[in-house]
C-alpha cells in the first residue's frame, strides 16, 4: 500500500481548521457585563415602560436580591396593580416598609387598590381610620367620595362633595352626581302590578314593548280558548287551558319584575362603565407618577 | 391588409377577454337541511326524582321533537335547556314560572338587539341567572365581570 506523503499536511490542515473554529466560537456564557445591575435595572425599565409588567416585576425581582432599591419595590406593586392583579398589589403595598421613600405612595396605591377592586365598604371603613396628616389625604377624601357613586348609598351632600374636586374636573364630577341621583329606575312592584291587572303592561312599563304585546296577545289567546271550551262544555280541554293561562299569566307576572329588576342593573351598569371610565381617565385623581419619561 | 388585420386583432382580443358562461353561472352545491344538532347531552340527572323525570320529559322532547325540526330556538340556552336550568337552580314553581316568560319572550318576533348578546353561535344570549330575581347574577350585555382576582 502506497503511502500519501501529503497525508500528514491534510491532517495539520484540518485540525488548524477544527481548532480554529473552535476557538473563534461564540460561548454559550455571555460576558459578565451583560448582568450588572445597572443593565437589569435598565431592561427591567424598558419592560415595565413597554408595558411588559409581568416579565418587569420578574426582572425587578432579581435586581432586589441584589441590591434593596425603594423605587423598585414601589414600581414592582404598580406593575400588579396595572396588570389588574388588584389583590397581589394590594398585598404588597399594605406591606410596604414604613422605611421606603415611597410609603405615603404605597399607601395611597393601597387605598387605590381596595377602590379597584370595589371594596367600597372596606374603603370607608380605612378612610375612617386615616388622619388628615397623610401627605394624599386629598386624594383618598376624593376617593372615598366617589366610592359612593358606585353603590346604593345616600349620596353625601352635593356642595361638600364639589369641595374636594379643582375645576377641570369638578363639572364633570357634578354631572355624574347628578345623573346618579336620577338615575332612570323602575319599580318591581309596579311592574308586578300592572302585568297583574293588564298582562304584558307591567314589561312594556319596564321598556320591553314587543314582550308586553307578546304577553297580551299569548294570556289572551289562552284565556279566550279556556273560556270558549269551558261554554263549549268542553270541561277537559277548558282546564287544560285555563291552567295554561294560569301559568303564562304567572310567568307574565314573574317576567315584568324580572325584566324591571334587568333595566334597573342595565342602567346601574352603563352608568358605573362611564364613570370609571372618565375615572380611569383621570388616573382616579391620583399622582401620575411618570416612570416612563 | 392593415384593415384586415385591425380586424383580427379586434376579433381576437374580444374573444380571449370574454368572460365565460361557465365561470359565472356554474350551479352552486347549495345545501338547505337544516343543520344538525350536536353535543346535545341526553345524559338523565339522577339528583332527585323530580330532576330525573325532568330531564326524561327533556330529553323526549328532543328525541320526537326538538332534533327532528332542527335547531330553531333563537336563545342560547335553549328554551328546553333553560327550563331545566331554572327548575334546577330554583324550585319547580318558579321554574314553571320562568320558562313561561321565556316561552313569551321567545314567540316575540321582534326581539330587542339591545337587550340580548349575540353569541359565537348567532344566538341571544338570554342566561338563567338574569331571571331569578337576584340582581347580583345579572350579567349585562358586553359587560365583563369584576377583575378582583
Known amino acids: ?293 | 391588409m392593415k384593415t384586415k388585420l385591425i380586424f383580427l386583432f379586434v376579433l381576437f382580443s374580444g374573444i380571449i377577454s370574454a368572460q365565460t358562461d361557465w365561470d359565472k353561472w356554474e350551479a352552486d352545491n347549495s345545501i338547505y337541511q337544516l343543520p344538525e344538532i350536536k353535543d346535545r347531552d341526553y345524559s338523565l340527572d339522577h339528583s332527585n326524582f323530580g330532576t330525573l323525570a325532568l330531564t326524561m320529559l327533556r330529553d323526549v322532547y328532543w328525541f320526537g321533537f326538538s332534533d327532528l325540526d332542527g335547531d330553531n330556538c333563537p336563545f342560547q340556552p335553549t328554551c328546553s335547556t333553560f327550563f331545566v336550568d331554572a327548575v334546577k337552580k330554583t324550585n319547580i314553581v318558579q321554574g314553571v314560572l320562568m320558562f313561561a316568560d321565556r316561552f313569551t319572550r321567545d314567540s316575540n318576533f321582534f326581539k330587542s338587539e339591545s337587550r340580548y348578546k349575540i353569541g359565537k353561535s348567532g344566538k341571544l344570549i338570554d342566561p338563567v341567572d338574569n331571571y331569578m330575581l337576584d340582581e347580583n347574577k345579572i350579567t349585562i350585555l358586553g359587560v365583563l365581570p369584576d377583575e378582583t382576582e
Open chain 1, 1 to 293: 500500500m502506497r503511502k500519501n506523503p501529503n497525508g500528514k499536511i491534510t491532517i495539520v490542515y484540518l485540525l488548524f481548521f477544527v481548532f480554529q473554529i473552535i476557538s473563534s466560537a461564540q460561548t454559550i456564557k455571555p460576558p459578565d457585563k451583560f448582568f450588572t445591575l445597572l443593565n437589569r435595572i435598565k431592561f427591567g425599565n424598558h419592560l415595565f415602560c413597554t408595558k411588559d409588567y409581568l416579565r418587569a416585576v420578574e426582572e425587578y425581582r432579581s435586581c432586589l436580591k441584589l441590591k434593596p432599591n425603594d423605587t423598585l419595590q414601589f414600581k414592582i406593586g404598580l406593575a400588579y396593580e396595572r396588570m389588574k392583579k388588584f389583590g397581589i398589589a394590594k398585598m404588597y403595598f399594605n406591606s410596604f416598609p414604613q422605611e421606603n421613600i415611597f410609603f405615603p405612595e404605597a399607601r395611597l396605591e393601597f387605598y387605590k387598590t381596595v377602590f379597584l377592586m370595589k371594596q367600597f365598604r372596606e374603603f370607608r371603613n380605612l378612610y375612617l381610620g386615616s388622619t388628615g396628616n397623610f401627605k394624599y389625604f386629598p386624594e383618598i377624601t376624593r376617593l372615598n367620595y366617589l366610592t359612593y357613586l358606585f353603590e346604593d348609598l345616600p349620596l353625601p351632600d352635593s356642595s361638600n362633595f364639589r369641595l374636594w374636586f379643582n375645576v377641570p374636573a369638578k363639572e364633570e364630577i357634578m354631572k355624574f352626581y347628578r345623573k346618579k341621583v336620577n338615575l332612570p329606575r323602575k319599580s318591581l312592584t309596579a311592574a308586578g302590578l300592572l302585568s297583574a291587572l293588564i298582562p304584558g303592561l307591567g314589561k312594556i312599563y319596564a321598556g320591553e314593548l314587543g314582550d308586553g304585546i307578546t304577553a297580551f296577545i299569548f294570556n289572551g289567546i289562552l284565556g279566550f280558548l279556556a273560556y270558549d271550551n269551558f261554554r263549549a262544555g268542553h270541561k277537559t280541554r277548558g282546564w287544560i287551558f285555563a291552567g295554561l293561562t294560569a301559568i303564562f299569566y304567572g310567568g307574565n307576572i314573574y317576567g315584568s319584575v324580572a325584566a324591571a329588576q334587568i333595566y334597573n342593573k342595565r342602567n346601574k351598569v352603563n352608568y358605573e362603565q362611564e364613570l370609571s371610565k372618565f375615572l380611569e381617565r383621570e388616573n382616579y385623581f391620583t399622582p401620575d407618577y411618570n416612570f416612563c419619561k
